[in-house]
């Protein structure tokens, strides 16, 4: 059974950070490109951040271009986002996903607000 289990969401202050974690297990992870989605309340969902099976590419959406980072961890099946320098526009929910196989996580709610 495939699964994507994200964590690491909450309440932070603008200008504050996060790292998400994304754990993978029913799939072959090692060989599978990873991303990041994220929807904000009344917006379509978007893309973050990519990251291709090996680390060896990686890819970002303007917006978070030099504050957000993607990385892999292809021993323990997990993809991570660390999110610096938050912003309130970066509130949402974050989805990390295998999207060529059609695999989601759940989500997990990001609110940046003093």
């Known amino acids: 059974q495939v699964q994507l289990v994200e964590s690491g969401g909450g309440l932070v202050q603008p200008g504050g950070s996060l790292r998400l974690s994304c754990a993978a297990s029913?799939?072959?992870?090692?060989?599978?490109?990873m991303s990041w989605y994220r929807q904000a309340p009344g917006k379509e969902r978007e893309s973050v951040a990519g990251i291709s099976n090996i680390g060896n590419v990686r890819n970002y959406a303007d917006s978070v271009k030099g504050r957000f980072t993607i990385s892999r961890d292809n021993i323990k099946n997990t993809v991570y986002l660390q999110m610096n320098s938050l912003k309130a526009e970066d509130t949402a929910v974050y989805y990390c996903?295998?999207?060529?196989?059609?695999?989601w996580g759940q989500g997990t709610q990001v609110t940046v607000s003093s």
């Open positions: 029913g799939f072959t992870f090692s060989t599978s490109a």
């Open positions: 996903a295998a999207v060529s196989r059609g695999y």
